[in-house]
């Protein structure tokens, strides 16, 4: 086998893309990197499905029509055949390329065109491994192949696989934006169209020749610990994150992981003409789209936002207002399908009205943006965090943040803000009531702002996964001599 002497051609494997499909700060991630890279020079192609957007007229973005197509059959463990077909069609974003797979029948649409982005995720990640390698054959292997998260493992390492079986060793990347634990029997490798065949495996002395199914098994059925293994290199987007990793995975890793830290465009500029003198305008217009609870204005506005998961911890925040008197919270939350701890939440909203209210509308980008100028302070009391990029976008305004010491946040936040315990609403209002009240100062707006960009622009996002792209071609030169 041979390795690329260089990186130019890059496929980048995902579930959702900022601007197209997202859920959360995956796919603005995404974005970045393919975007960072074509600015500099890369041939960046975004392979995912289109979820039923292609089907939706008023979805804002232009689909063209790919020359592409494959069916065939699946074998189930009942013996019978279950066919397939799916087609595809691309659009253009900066420099970049996305290609949207899609079902060209029933059978294969009515699951793989789910418009809920994880709707389905284990047979839509099943599938787009089928139109990944298709695609490939009829339009060309890449230089590197970068997987993001366990759905788009299968797909990644059967494209890593077609290229050993042409002589190429492709240097592939996995980044763990969020850890997982699905697991699957070794049949669900083959319903991806994985062929159980002897290749390299990096050994940490060197590379072995094993099973695809032996490698599968040794970790239990678990899809990212697969990735983890078969990826010639793993990142995470944080260093904090990463001690998480080695904890999971082991230290055996440790040669063949990096970091990139996510990055954001925000900055003052948007937010020009806004002052605090419009800090209660604005939460008017949040409470006139509708909202549980409202605010009085006899307080301090902190601000909270994300995805209404019990991971976010939205109702520590909540209760953290009986320790905090002059807090005055806004949740601006995005249902994410845990209708439980949503509804939970709600009640805890209802209790302290006047101090804390909850909108789930879609509040417009310069309201959005507007309202993290104006508080005091973004609360983050997230229960786990790799990166926290809502952190970073509240800092590049100028906002300090009041986050869980967990994850990434602690090397996010540094001295530009205040990290408490997690699970803890006394210490997290004690915060923010002495932020509230001025008994404890921050680094000034400018200074925070500054942090930002000298650290999480994208520039900085780019240099970072550059490394880690040359780190996975050095292994895949490694594997290619195996």
Same mark, same amino acid.
């Given at each position: 086998?041979? $390795?690329?002497?260089?990186?130019?051609?890059?496929?980048?494997?995902?579930?959702?893309?900022?601007?197209?499909?997202?859920?959360?700060?995956?796919?603005?991630?995404?974005?970045?990197?393919?975007?960072?890279?074509?600015?500099?020079?890369?041939?960046?192609? @975004?392979?995912?499905?289109?979820?039923?957007?292609?089907?939706?007229?008023?979805?804002?973005?232009?689909?063209?029509?790919?020359?592409?197509?494959?069916?065939?059959?699946?074998?189930?463990?009942?013996?019978?055949?279950?066919?397939?077909?799916?087609?595809?069609?691309?659009?253009?974003?900066?420099?970049?390329?996305?290609?949207?797979?899609?079902?060209?029948?029933?059978?294969?649409?009515?699951?793989?065109?789910?418009?809920?982005?994880?709707?389905?995720?284990?047979?839509?990640?099943?599938?787009?491994?089928? $139109?990944?390698?298709?695609?490939?054959?009829?339009?060309?292997?890449?230089?590197?192949?970068?997987?993001?998260?366990?759905?788009?493992?299968?797909?990644?390492? %059967?494209?890593?696989?077609?290229?050993?079986?042409?002589?190429?060793?492709?240097?592939?990347?996995?980044?763990?934006?969020? &850890?997982?634990?699905?697991?699957?029997? #070794?049949?669900?490798?083959?319903?991806?169209?994985?062929?159980?065949?002897?290749?390299?495996?990096?050994? @940490?002395?060197?590379?072995?020749?094993?099973?695809?199914?032996?490698?599968?098994?040794?970790?239990?059925?678990?899809?990212?610990?697969?990735?983890?293994?078969? %990826?010639? $290199?793993?990142?995470?987007?944080?260093?904090?994150?990463?001690?998480?990793?080695?904890?999971?995975?082991?230290? #055996?890793?440790?040669?063949?992981?990096?970091?990139?830290?996510?990055?954001?465009?925000? &900055?003052?500029?948007?937010?020009?003409?806004? &002052?605090?003198?419009?800090? #209660?305008?604005?939460?008017?217009?949040?409470?006139?789209?509708?909202?549980?609870?409202?605010?009085?204005?006899?307080?301090?506005?902190?601000?909270? @936002?994300?995805?209404?998961? &019990?991971?976010?911890?939205?109702?520590?925040?909540?209760?953290?207002?009986?320790?905090?008197?002059?807090?005055?919270?806004?949740?601006?939350?995005?249902?994410?399908?845990? #209708?439980?701890?949503?509804?939970?939440?709600?009640?805890?909203?209802?209790?302290?009205?006047?101090?804390?209210?909850?909108?789930?509308?879609?509040?417009?980008?310069?309201?959005?943006?507007?309202?993290?100028?104006? %508080?005091?302070?973004?609360?983050?009391?997230?229960?786990?965090?790799?990166?926290?990029?809502? %952190?970073?976008?509240?800092?590049?305004?100028?906002?300090?943040?009041? $986050?869980?010491?967990?994850?990434?946040?602690?090397?996010?936040?540094?001295?530009?803000?205040?990290?408490?315990?997690?699970?803890?609403?006394?210490?997290?209002?004690?915060?923010?009531?002495?932020?509230?009240?001025?008994?404890?100062?921050?680094?000034?707006?400018?200074?925070?702002?500054?942090?930002?960009?000298?650290?999480?622009?994208?520039?900085?996002?780019?240099?970072?996964?550059?490394?880690?792209?040359?780190?996975?071609?050095?292994?895949?030169?490694?594997?290619?001599?195996?």
């Amino acid at each position: 086998m041979r $390795a690329p002497e260089r990186i130019r051609r890059v496929y980048i494997l995902a579930m959702e893309y900022g601007g197209l499909v997202k859920v959360g700060g995956l796919g603005e991630a995404v974005r970045q990197y393919a975007v960072g890279l074509a600015a500099r020079g890369y041939d960046v192609t @975004v392979l995912m499905p289109s979820h039923g957007r292609h089907l939706d007229p008023n979805r804002g973005f232009d689909l063209y029509p790919l020359d592409f197509r494959t069916c065939g059959e699946r074998w189930g463990l009942d013996g019978k055949a279950y066919p397939y077909c799916l087609g595809a069609e691309i659009t253009f974003q900066n420099g970049v390329k996305i290609v949207m797979f899609k079902g060209l029948d029933y059978a294969t649409g009515h699951i793989f065109d789910r418009w809920g982005v994880y709707e389905y995720t284990e047979e839509k990640a099943a599938l787009l491994a089928r $139109a990944v390698v298709a695609f490939a054959e009829r339009f060309g292997l890449p230089d590197l192949i970068h997987i993001n998260d366990w759905p788009t493992v299968p797909a990644g390492v %059967a494209l890593k696989d077609l290229g050993e079986r042409r002589g190429l060793a492709i240097p592939t990347l996995f980044t763990i934006h969020l &850890s997982w634990d699905y697991s699957f029997p #070794w049949h669900y490798a083959e319903w991806s169209g994985l062929a159980d065949r002897p290749h390299p495996v990096w050994r @940490v002395c060197c590379h072995r020749y094993e099973h695809y199914s032996a490698v599968w098994d040794e970790g239990g059925g678990s899809v990212e610990r697969f990735g983890v293994v078969e %990826a010639d $290199a793993v990142s995470t987007v944080s260093y904090g994150y990463l001690q998480e990793l080695f904890r999971k995975y082991g230290e #055996w890793i440790r040669e063949k992981s990096c970091v990139v830290y996510n990055s954001t465009d925000w &900055s003052l500029k948007d937010v020009e003409g806004v &002052s605090e003198s419009d800090t #209660w305008r604005l939460v008017e217009e949040v409470e006139r789209m509708g909202a549980v609870g409202w605010l009085d204005r006899r307080g301090v506005l902190f601000l909270a @936002v994300g995805r209404i998961t &019990s991971q976010k911890g939205f109702d520590i925040a909540v209760k953290a207002l009986d320790y905090a008197p002059h807090a005055r919270l806004l949740i601006l939350g995005v249902p994410a399908g845990e #209708w439980g701890y949503e509804e939970y939440v709600k009640s805890l909203v209802w209790e302290r009205r006047g101090r804390v209210a909850l909108s789930t509308a879609k509040i417009p980008p310069r309201l959005y943006k507007a309202l993290h100028y104006v %508080a005091k302070a973004l609360v983050m009391p997230s229960r786990w965090e790799p990166f926290g990029i809502s %952190a970073i976008e509240a800092m590049s305004l100028g906002t300090p943040v009041i $986050a869980s010491a967990v994850g990434g946040l602690p090397e996010v936040v540094g001295e530009y803000g205040i990290l408490v315990d997690p699970e803890n609403p006394e210490k997290l209002g004690k915060a923010m009531e002495e932020l509230a009240t001025g008994a404890v100062s921050l680094p000034s707006r400018e200074r925070i702002a500054q942090y930002v960009d000298a650290k999480f622009r994208m520039r900085n996002t780019i240099d970072m996964l550059e490394q880690c792209y040359q780190g996975a071609r050095l292994f895949a030169y490694y594997r290619a001599h195996s």
